[in-house]
């Protein structure tokens, strides 16, 4: 993700700037952006549903409930 728009930055794309026409020679790199975000998702939603399943609920709502300060 980083690496395919670094390229685009070196190849001239504005930062915080909207394309209203399109991406032009730069959609190829945000497509490889948008693969690779969408992989780091779900890959934390992979971890999020491992903690939830390894854990049980009932230890989960102690762990938050019961802590005293």
Avoid: H
Avoid at 48 to 68: A, G, M, Q, R, W
Wanted: hydrophobic share 50%.
């Amino acid at each position: 993700m980083g690496l395919s728009m670094g390229l685009a930055g070196t190849l001239g794309m504005l930062r915080r700037t909207l394309y209203p026409m399109g991406l032009g020679p730069y959609e190829p790199y945000m497509f490889y952006a948008t693969v690779g975000a969408l992989m780091l998702a779900l890959g934390f939603i992979v971890f999020l549903v491992n903690i939830l399943k390894t854990v049980k609920i009932t230890d989960l709502v102690k762990i938050i409930f019961s802590s005293k300060y």
